[in-house]
């Protein structure tokens, strides 16, 4: 499978089918935190990528293969919505299968007609917000050209007022920067002018693009200072927590579906367990044949190992 990846357990989608639809890091920002290292195709330009159809076959193999899906995600390496096709897919997959079809998307493109109405059949559309303020959207998301956040914000509550399925918006909070005393009110202000069915506190639990890029306060998802941010924005806020829940398993291919997964995101072992069905001692085994192969990389962060694709393309 090309485009298609899991299922993955996910921490807010519990096995979530992936479906990566533009090449490795082409994206509309660069955000500090971004788990998959920095952007190597800065765009704002939508254009067609010629798959349809083999992402279709695909969806359609997976479909037939997996015993659980709970949601077919539009996720992945980069910014979905740069695929200008991306409202033809999600109605090819409408019509086979009656699994919620979500988007995970930066939202920094939703001010765009044509995007508000390509996702407009998606039953869960989920954007981040990062920053309120031009100068913070700057400085932890690095966007394309002049893109401004007051667009973005404006883009966001427009589409909400139109569309008919959820948003849920998730926040990334760093420390030192989005979760300073300043900043707060203003994404107060935002949410209050988007808003969003749900929004999720997160911080940056996986290996960032840039060291300097820190979760906040305890390392942990129910850190104080995750809390005291959710209380300040009237405890309207889920805080993300890890995924639990047992499996036995689906992958049919394991080497393959644990570089897959690689590809989108830094993997645990435990990750890899779950998906693979086997205990963390026998993915350790399955990822050594993988490091020695030199498919994929492990980097230690926070005393946790992680593992990564390992890219042909250079990173700038
Ligand atoms: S975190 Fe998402 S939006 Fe930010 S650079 Fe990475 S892929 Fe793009």
Known sequence: MHYVYGPVPSRRLGFSLGVDIVPYKTCILDSIYCQLGRTLRKTIRRKSYPQIDAVCREVREALGAYERIDYITFSGSGEPTLNSDIGVLINEIKKMTSIPVVVVTNGTSLFREEVQK????????MPSLDAASQEMFERINRPYGSLKIGTVIDGLATFKRRYQGKMWLEIML???LNDSPNALPSFKKA??????DKIYLNTVVRPPAEAYAKPLSGDNLSGDKMMSVRSYLDGQCDVIAEFHEHTDGQAKNVEEAIVEMAKRRPVTLRDIAR???ASEVNAEKLVSTLLESGMLAERLYKGEKYFSYLAKTPRT
Do not use: F, H, T, Y
């Open 275 to 277: 998906v693979v069905g």
């Open 118 to 125: 390509d996702l407009e059949k998606a039953d869960i559309v």
């Open 174 to 176: 760093v420390q030192g």
């Open 191 to 196: 949410i209050s002018q988007i808003r969003p």
